[in-house]
């Protein structure tokens, strides 16, 4: 079965410096990965995509991801944090099977991140 | 502005009664999800729909159904909500790639 995971709760970084959010995944056939973020009270808005090419995937508000495929792992990284990067982080992954016409999609629990000033 | 629209953004309900939430989409996708949000489970997906006229069941479907009579209205009904179905529910829409997502309907049912 697919499944994502965010091995951390929590995750706190001083700001200026790099972050890393954690995410591996488990699938059959290849994976179709995304991040998104939820800022307090408002839906998730979409990050950054990976499906094919270039394992270093480059993404709004200049996050970026790492594929790796040997480690099953998606990590979303920045160089720099800032504060108002403090928000609930998912992972996702598309469904390989086109059940019922559609992919479904299938979600971390979330790691939320807190940049401290 | 093209998207998705919630409604209600947030409602109080009585065990017992029947509530429908709004999900519309101007965006023409065929796809459309519900899930709902609760804290330490991340997202949940309770029904599904991959075009007009069609529905299909998620992870936590008991208690919830869905209809897709066009393209961009996806609306989700409690026959009669308990508390347990308390809970931030977020419409979601896609054409295979990446989900859109509304902001999110915040049910509190006593």
């Known amino acids: 079965a697919q499944s994502v995971a965010q091995p951390e709760d929590q995750v706190n970084v001083a700001e200026g410096n790099p972050l890393t959010v954690k995410c591996t995944y488990s699938v059959s056939g290849n994976p179709y990965l995304f991040w998104y973020v939820q800022y307090p009270n408002r839906g998730l808005q979409f990050l950054l995509k990976?499906?094919?090419?270039?394992?270093l995937v480059k993404g709004s508000y200049g996050f970026e991801a790492e594929f790796n495929k040997s480690q099953t792992s998606f990590h979303l990284k920045k160089p720099s944090a800032l504060v108002s990067d403090s928000a609930l982080y998912f992972c996702?992954?598309?469904?390989?099977?086109?059940?019922?016409?559609?992919?479904?999609?299938?979600f971390g629990t979330g790691t939320r991140l807190k940049v401290l000033a | 502005i093209a998207g998705i629209t919630q409604a209600p953004t947030s409602q109080i309900l009585a065990a017992g009664r029947r509530m429908t939430l709004r999900c519309t989409q101007d965006?023409?996708?065929?796809?459309m999800y519900w899930y709902r949000q609760d804290l330490g489970l991340g997202l949940r997906l309770i029904h599904y729909?991959?075009?007009?006229?069609?529905?299909g069941k998620g992870e936590v479907p008991d208690g919830y159904s869905v209809s897709r009579a066009n393209t961009d209205d996806f609306p989700l009904t409690l026959a009669s909500a308990v508390p347990s179905q308390t809970s931030v529910y977020f419409c979601a829409s896609s054409n295979t790639g990446e989900l859109f997502f509304g902001e999110g309907s915040r049910l509190t049912v006593l």
């Open positions: 996702a992954v598309r469904d390989s099977y086109y059940l019922s016409g559609t992919y479904k999609y299938i």
């Open positions: 729909s991959n075009t007009a006229g069609t529905t």
């Open positions: 990976y499906i094919t090419g270039d394992n």
């Open positions: 965006m023409r996708h065929n796809a």
